[in-house]
């Protein structure tokens, strides 16, 4: 045989190998039904046949009234076809590594910022660009009412920066980012029931140490660490000095949310840390309700979660509505922590002072806080939140419900 | 189906061209048909009915002006019904709407807009249908007898959507004979390649830039803001449409088809009649053959001419899309090519070529502010004219500032991006190709191919990366 090789055949060949090997590579290869870091389901495949009509269909036209027609002759963008395009590209053969492929050539075009978070030297920085002044006016209008309807209550507000706050002075002022001081300025000006906890100052003095994930958006240990020392006084205990805790390094292959928007490998993954009092933990007893069933633990850490990709849900577990903490502290003390997940690496230190510390997420609760708890019974009421998720919650406002 | 999804790429393309290279000669225009109608529905479930219906009036009219070949009478009526059911179509899916609300707005009535869906490429099909019928109530062509192959004709999957428009007569030889060859297939290829990587890689990437310019105050923007919103835009049209072409003309060699080039470096160009000879190449000949000639076009005098040329770019521009700010587009346009007609074409021969240059790129530039720079369809008229002169101010300060941090960071995160749009305008990437090409510098000539498999692999890359959704509640 006389075969010759020329330019066209090589391109020919190279493009039916691609043209063919991606798909069958995606029809070979085992599904997955879960996307862990886009933290979500993938799709299933599409279905155009209403099966439970199908097995009941006895002539011809019930299995053409079977076919979901509707769904194959809309021009929405739920038609069947829509969804098997996303079929498709949820489960395409290596859909991870072709998306790292196009976030390189992204930086490398010269964005720095890839689907909202903004990459420095080793360090990714989720991004305050926006947000709506109504949400957040409502949200701090809630709070004042709340403190005004306990009145014997003392409640205390601390907004937390996050790491693009931090690490400003390494971000151009072009980039068009917004000042996180001035937004918790801003918001600290406008409540006037709640004493305004200040954990920035802090935080900021110690900018250079390893306060915040490099590929989460959640401070480390250390940073709550500096924002439990801030709170100290307003909240009346006296704070350990970090030479009281031993530190156990809990896992130094974290990758966390920032990670996952990014799938930038190239950023050292991150250490978990906990802080352990030497002298000795309270015993603690921490009852996490998620709406239906209760889970006692008896450690704020579960480290099941370390096994897993979200390492940070270590710290009292991932997200739920209602997280009760009793400890051995016998002063009596007890707080109410309405939060966002910043309070879960704090919660640590905190339970060192109180005998009892419920914590509060109204993102997962619809029905008035009197249904669960009685907010007399507290010493006193916290309401902590990070900048980003506080100034684009809406969920807030839900804490003027009753029952 | 669009060409730049995992379903065209990885499921339609490589079934449809496996089974057209394995079914001998004569049912392959029942594979281009069948592909076609597959490849429609998948956008237009429902409205595909519209387009067989259309082929098949067209078809018939076609037999019909054919076999009554002496009869003036029945070949009129047939080109008149051909004609009256495809703009038909044309004017109540696209224009009806919009003349409903103008009427509306207008004389303050409230007619009932049925706002009916726009179908897909349906002012392609019209137009290529069209060119069928008249071609041959003309005597130009020969009539299709078989009606595979007049509907193969429409359907032809790579041209359906978005051009460019095949006039019947381009592939009337084709149709019926053709070849298939290495070199077909491998340009084919290496264009379809092109295509894909202008628009998924360069057009989608910097038109992120207009869409956020897009999204301010007008009368916010700074100076360099306003110029790199719509340079960005100038670019996103062009890379995305002739990129579109690209792709539809090397999809069509793949299968043995040459369809008319569309686009020819169109931001190369010296004056705006070289402009839109270069750019959108098949609709300025549409409209040259079947408005401007039948009208008179330049043999009836100076007066009739530009009127003649009025019409056109007034219809030009609204085929562009059911709105007023088309329109004026369009006679923007048509005022431009008749003043370089009565004298601005003299003076700019004169002109450096640098300056006649930078004449017609930055009205060009202000077109595409007419274009695509008014917010919302909007009727009001007025409304329209004040977007557009406030964006043309904005370019020149009027909002006092000249430079601001937006501007700065697009700067930064686009410059790149801005610079490889520069350099693909031009022609000198081709030159160089052709080079590689005509020395046989032979390892440069392999190396394309790679280049080329490159290139495809990065705009699959982008492709799925618009689906990948961090569904992050941050840990709510």
Known sequence: MNFKMTPYKLMIALFAIVLLAVPIATAVLPKREMSENENRALKSFPKIINEKKAENAENIGDYIGAVRWDYITTRDDDSWMDDFETYFSDHLAGRESWVKLSNGITSLSGKKEINGVYTLDDCMVQVFKEYDPDVVDASLAAIDAFAAKFPDVPMYFMLDPTAQEILSSQIPSYAGYLSEKSFIDDCYGKVKNVSVIDC?????VHNSEYIFYRTDHHWTSLGAYYAYAAAAKSLGYTAYGQSAFNIETASSSFRGTLYSKTLDDSI??????????????????????????????????????LDQKSKYDSFTGSNAPLVTIETDVDNGKSLLLIKDSYAHSLVPFLSKHYSKITMVDMRYINFGLDKYLDVNDYSQVLFTFNVISFSSDRELVKIGLTK | MVFSSLTFLFAFLPITLIIYYLVPFRAKNVVILVSGLIFYAWGEPIYVFAMILSTFIDYTAGRLIDKYDDNPKIRKICLIVSLLMNLGLLATFKYLGFLIDSANAWFGLSIPNPNLPLPIGISFFTFQSMSYTIDLYRRNIRVQKSAVNFMAFVTLFP??????????????????????????LGDGIS?????????????????????????????????ATAWLGILAFTFQIYFDFSGYSDMAIGLGKMMGFNFPENFNY????????????????????????????????????????????????????????????????????????????????????????????????????????????????????GDMFSQVFTYIGAMFGANGVLADNFATNALVNYGIIFAVCIFGSSDIMKNIADKIREKKLSVLQYAMPFAQTAVMIASVAYITTSTYNPFLYFNF
């Open chain 1, 200 to 204: 920035l100052s802090n935080l900021s």
């Open chain 1, 268 to 305: 050292t993954p991150d250490t978990i840390s906990y802080y352990h009092l030497a002298q000795g933990e309270p015993a603690v007893k921490m009852t996490s309700f998620d709406g239906e069933n209760e889970t006692v633990y008896d450690s704020l850490y579960v480290r099941s979660f």
């Open chain 2, 159 to 184: 041209q359906i959507v978005a051009g460019p428009i095949v006039r019947y007569e381009d592939v009337q030889n084709e149709l019926d004979h053709r070849t298939l060859s290495e070199k077909m």
């Open chain 2, 191 to 223: 264009r379809f390649i092109t295509g894909l990587g202008k628009k998924v890689l360069i057009a989608n990437n910097i038109g992120a830039l207009w869409t956020s310019v897009k999204a301010m105050e007008y009368s916010e923007l700074s100076a």
């Open chain 2, 266 to 381: 169109p931001y190369m160009s010296h004056s705006i009649s070289e402009f839109w000879r270069r750019w959108h190449i098949t609709l300025g000949a549409w409209f040259r053959s079947y408005v401007y000639i039948p009208l008179g076009g330049n043999r009836k005098g100076l007066p009739r001419t530009l009127l003649n040329l009025f019409i056109v770019w007034a219809v030009t521009g609204i085929w562009h899309g059911a709105s007023w700010n088309f329109m004026l587009w369009g006679v923007y346009f048509g005022v431009l090519i008749i003043l370089e007609r009565l004298f601005l074409g003299k003076w700019l021969e004169k002109l450096p070529s640098f300056i006649s240059w930078l004449y017609t790129f930055v009205l060009v530039v202000f077109g595409w502010i007419m274009f695509d720079g008014v917010k919302a369809n909007t009727v009001d008229i």
